[in-house]
């Protein structure tokens, strides 16, 4: 296989094609030096056989840290390499790398006009960021060299802390790419009448201080997708114009991503955009690139990653979110185990959570992965099998999430495990959340867990709901309660003519023509979406003043969007009053309006299924009763895998 055949960046060798792409943990301290927690994550994951890492940006300088909108937020737990001081921080890490057998480039970077607001280090001129409005003043010409001058001394204080070769960070819309790009360089000087200047000028300076065998890895995006937002950017036949000069100028490898902070999906791909997105810029970038290409963007699937490196797409494969997911994702490849991989679902928590471009309101927190728990808590998380004399006898109830990793967790430690489900499947309502649009790599979940729960014989009883009767005959030492949650039924007029949003999702059910969808949270609004890729005409009524308000910024944008260019009309702020043989009556200010429907969809939101939580305390379970996932509380998937690998760890 080739991906798993060595390759040189520079003179720099990689034991395989796959490289950890740069992803901010935010484990570092608030004044940005590093932590052992830092330096763990970053030994865990060399630890998984990836060939080289791009250890996370460090910022050049503080202005160029994340702002808020417009506001300057917290600099907290954004990594610094802007003095010497830093130099024995980044020395740590690469070590912790090194002992593990693998490389690791340091990603240098600086946000320009979306630096801290106090600041205001802007380098365009007549031209302002789309997403983050705010003032800008363009760079004199003298500190425009001061700026690359930063570069210059960052990249030599990676080369004394031991790491193989830095990454210069000029996608996304930062520092570089401002220049490089037409629509935000709009400069009449030098810097302007050649759009590559900063970059080569960059480059050229950083081998001449660090030396020539010393690689530099540029980091690019491929494209910048302003057609998103009606504006004019690069593409991919610019690009191929560009990277000559990058190559000319030095640079040992080309990274490929793409997106700005102004198109801000395409940073971090969510899962209705195709995995693979940038190969098509990757293959572009390799038509005229006489170094290896390397390449992010939704690449969690090992078939992939091969297959676009054997049809010549690209020489590396970066995972980002992927090795959060699972950090042995190479490893298990290697040993020839690929069905054991914990695939990424393409969830954008890990990004939605530390909120690094929007919401500065928990800046400072450091990343989660919603399917792996143990991200940033190694040591911590680590499954210890217990002494087998201090097993235990352990029933679930319910083949959830939640249900399957608290049984996976469990029996890796030794437990005896038993899951009662009452439905003929495994995977609880996973299944119906994987079926709308975009939303199909939730399934990878389905299919991991299941997967696991047959490798290592977890006994499973399906269509058998757990009862009393059944844990008084088995008496089990613990019970762990999974059984979900059920759909909340608002007190409406004739709801009972309503259809449930799982039987549409599922299929079920077959909507008619004309649709009213009752809920606009991210249920319904994905049911509406849902339907209408069936050709449907649909329409929310959500009491909230707002449509999907329980799914993060980046999201709610592209999903309002999605729901907009389906033509699906939206009420906001109104009460839903009967349900009746015409459709659904609303109260909309006071005022009474009907909406025509063949069909009435309940997507109100979810509550707790409580069953078997009576058994606390009346002894016929010896030990332990806890309760986990949405029958404890509903909410994200994340809720329910670490609160069942937590519970598991416990007992």
């Not at 000029?170 to 900063?198: I, T, V």
């Not at 490929?256 to 971090?268: C, F, N, R």
């Not at 083949?399 to 399957?404: F, I, L, N």
């Not at 449930?500 to 004309?514: C, P, R, S, W």
Request: net charge neutral; proline share 5%.
């Amino acid at each position: 296989m080739k991906i798993l055949e060595p390759i040189k960046i520079g003179k720099v060798k990689l034991k395989n094609r796959f490289m950890k792409a740069p992803m901010l943990t935010q484990f570092s301290a608030p004044d940005g030096h590093t932590t052992t927690r830092m330096v763990e994550h970053y030994r865990r994951v060399a630890a998984g056989g990836v060939g080289a890492i791009a250890i996370e940006i460090h910022f050049v300088r503080d202005d160029g840290k994340v702002c808020y909108s417009g506001n300057a937020g917290s600099p907290g737990g954004l990594p610094d390499i802007g003095d010497d001081s830093y130099i024995p921080d980044v020395a740590r890490i690469a070590e912790a790398i090194h002992q593990e057998g693998s490389v690791c480039f340091l990603q240098m970077g600086h946000l320009g006009k979306f630096g801290r607001a106090e600041i205001l280090p802007a380098v365009s001129g007549s031209v302002g960021p789309v997403f983050i409005p705010k003032i800008l003043h363009e760079l004199t010409d003298q500190q425009v060299d001061d700026y690359i001058q930063l570069y210059v001394d960052g990249a030599y204080r990676v080369k004394q802390a031991g790491c193989d070769g830095v990454m210069i960070h000029s996608a996304h819309g930062f520092f570089h790419q401002q220049f490089m790009s037409p629509y935000s360089n709009k400069r009449e000087d030098r810097w302007g009448q050649d759009k590559m200047l900063c970059a080569v000028e960059t480059v050229k300076r950083i081998k001449a201080k660090c030396g020539k065998d010393f690689p530099i890895v540029y980091r690019v995006s491929g494209a910048e997708y302003y057609e998103d937002i009606g504006l004019s950017g690069y593409g991919a036949e610019e690009l191929k114009e560009m990277i000559p000069r990058l190559v000319e100028a030095g640079i040992d490898a080309l990274d490929i991503s793409g997106g700005t902070v102004d198109t801000p999906w395409w940073i971090i791909p969510p899962g209705y955009i195709d995995r693979g997105c940038f190969l098509h810029l990757s293959e572009a970038a390799k038509s005229v690139c006489s170094v290896p290409v390397s390449v992010v963007g939704r690449i969690n699937d090992p078939d992939l990653a091969a297959k676009a490196v054997e049809e010549g797409k690209c020489d590396i494969v970066s995972l980002g979110r992927a090795l959060y997911a699972d950090p042995d994702f190479v490893k298990k490849l290697t040993e020839g185990r690929p069905e054991d991989i914990r695939k990424c679902i393409a969830c954008n928590y890990c990004i939605n959570y530390s909120k690094t471009f929007v919401d500065g309101a928990n800046m400072g927190e450091p990343v989660k992965c919603a399917v792996n728990s143990a991200l940033g808590r190694e040591e911590e998380h680590e499954i210890h099998p217990k002494a087998k004399n201090r097993c235990k006898k352990v029933i679930i109830a319910g083949g959830g999430p939640a249900g399957m990793e608290a049984a996976r967790v469990a029996t890796l430690r030794g437990h005896d495990v038993t899951i009662f489900e009452k439905e003929g499947y495994l995977g609880g309502q996973l299944l119906e959340a994987a079926a709308p649009p975009g939303k199909s790599e939730l399934a990878n979940l389905t299919e991991y867990l299941t997967t696991q729960m047959k490798k290592l014989k977890v006994k499973v009883k399906l269509n058998t709901p757990l009862t009393k009767e059944i844990v008084e005959k088995e008496k089990p030492e613990v019970l762990i309660i999974a059984t979900g949650s059920g759909p909340y039924k608002p007190d409406i007029a004739g709801l009972d003519r309503a259809v449930l949003a799982k039987d549409i999702l599922l299929k079920k059910v077959e909507a008619g023509e004309k649709v009213v969808v009752i809920g606009g949270a991210l249920v319904g609004c994905e049911t509406a979406h849902f339907l209408a890729v069936q050709g449907k005409k649909v329409t929310i009524c959500e009491i909230l003043p707002q449509i999907a308000s329980d799914v993060p910024i980046l999201e709610q944008m592209r999903l309002i969007q999605r729901l907009m260019a389906r033509g699906i009309e939206m009420h906001t702020g109104v009460q839903t009053k009967e349900i009746n043989d015409k459709g659904v009556v609303i109260v909309d200010d006071g005022k009474e309006k009907t909406l025509e429907a063949d069909t009435v969809v309940l997507a109100a939101g979810v509550v707790p299924v409580k069953d078997l939580w009576e058994l606390k305390g009346s002894g016929i379970v010896t030990e332990f009763i806890a309760k986990i996932g949405d029958a404890n509380n509903p909410g994200l998937i994340l809720n329910a895998i670490h609160e069942a690998a937590c519970i598991a760890r416990d007992f």
